[in-house]
């Protein structure tokens, strides 16, 4: 029998997604602001199978969060303080290294390393926390610091792009994570990150990361100020740049967390906006690989029904998250790998334990231990 869509206005996209077609900016904006939520997740369920079939990704990583001392002062940010403020921390390079050390033999397979824009630390703090991670964990892929974080590292350096990425893989970075794109509308940006570099900015450095064979991935925070449209725009924007790079691998909608933020008078994300906006990220992402359901953002709870509304990637192990738990995160830090896999087989997908790059991956069973 066939699905019957509440909203008819979803036959027509219905059959662009079965047949593999594009869909436009217009379509997108449809599928961000029709009540027919069970028909969107319909769709993006037919790509996440026709994709990934039943397979389910999960890695076992770890969060570092260096400093959260911040040159900015994004108004939905908790987590970047100034250097006065007595909540201000910076990880000497030891202390990261002493609780990289606690988690050997845990067969942690990627270290995600971002922090707040310090406007002290040499270039040479980052170069040796890289190195300095790679020398005691060599196994370890090292994906760290967001575009925005990219940027201004050049600055401190003193030296290009470029030049700067090619010494940052030298020190031991694999790829690069896709915080900072916020919400690429300038409109939003005024108001909610006026200080950041934009959305050009954010896309040049991933062009560029991309260049040089490094892969990536992308964001977009949603449940703010932002418009359907503004969504849609963004959701296209990324699209158009993996057209032309293919280097981004996938894509985690972030939920925004108000608490401690300027702000407070919004309200947390609700479910549907959450299964949506994964649901409509892997409808219009049609040229992303992955699409993510990042569990500490979205609840496990919600994370577990997104693998049937088009995520594919349960991020992971995490251990220690400060970024949405300073604006209120409720989620624990940490999940144990067997909590995840039995998550998953719940849902009735199959999980599969990954490298960074989806390079090597195998199924698992729930085990003693783990
Ligand atoms: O860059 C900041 C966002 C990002 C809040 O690449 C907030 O695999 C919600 O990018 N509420 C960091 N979000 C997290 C991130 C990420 C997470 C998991 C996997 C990957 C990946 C990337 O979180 C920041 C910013 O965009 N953020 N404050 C907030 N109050």
Redesign the pocket.
């Known amino acids: 029998m066939l699905f019957k869509f509440e909203d008819p206005q979803l036959n027509p996209i219905a059959g662009k997604v079965r047949a593999g077609e594009r869909l436009s900016l217009q379509e997108g904006v449809t599928l961000w602001k029709t009540p027919d939520l069970l028909g969107v997740g319909y769709l993006a369920n037919i790509v996440r199978e026709r994709q990934h079939g039943n397979r389910t990704y999960f890695i076992h990583n770890r969060h570092i969060n260096h400093t959260n001392i911040c040159v900015n002062s ?1 108004q ?4 970047g303080v100034k250097e006065d403020n007595p909540a201000s921390y910076t990880k000497p390079l030891q202390e990261i290294f002493d609780d990289a050390e606690q988690y050997r033999g845990g067969n942690v397979s990627e270290f ?1 390393i ?1 922090g707040g824009l310090h406007p002290d630390l040499p270039f040479q703090y980052y170069t040796d926390m890289l190195a300095g991670l790679k020398q005691r964990f060599p196994k370890v892929h090292i ?1 760290a610091f ?1 575009a ?1 974080e990219l940027e201004y590292l050049a600055q401190i350096a003193g030296m290009p792009l470029v030049d700067t990425l090619l010494a940052l893989r030298e020190a031991g970075l694999g790829s690069v ?6 919400i690429f509308a300038r409109r939003v940006r005024r108001k909610i990150c006026n200080e950041k570099t934009g959305a050009d900015a954010w896309l040049h450095v991933h062009r560029t990361v991309h260049s040089l064979g490094m892969r990536s ?1 992308a ?1 977009m ?1 949603y449940g703010h100020l932002e418009t359907p449209e503004e969504r849609a725009d963004h959701l296209v924007r990324l699209r158009n740049l993996q057209d032309e790079t293919g280097g981004f691998l ?1 894509f ?1 909608p ?5 608490e401690n ?1 300027r702000l407070d008078f919004l309200h947390t994300t609700p479910g549907q906006l959450d299964l949506r906006a994964l649901a409509v990220s892997r409808l219009m992402l049609d040229n992303f690989p992955h699409i ?1 359901a ?1 569990w ?2 979205i609840t496990p709870k919600i994370a577990q029904l997104a693998l049937s509304y088009g995520a594919d990637d349960m ?1 992971g192990t995490v251990v220690e998250e400060k ?2 738990h ?2 209120g995160a409720v989620t624990d830090q940490i999940f144990h790998k067997n909590t995840i896999i039995e998550m998953i087989r719940e849902a009735g997908r199959v999980p599969l334990e990954r490298d960074t790059l989806y390079e090597e991956f195998q199924e698992c069973m729930v085990s003693a231990g783990s």
Do not use: R, S
């Open positions: 994004c939905f940010c908790a987590f995600h971002v994906q967001t925005v994570p896709g915080g900072g794109a916020e991935n964001t925070l996938t985690i972030l939920a925004f967390h108000p933020t993510k990042f500490i953002m991020d970024i949405t300073a604006a």
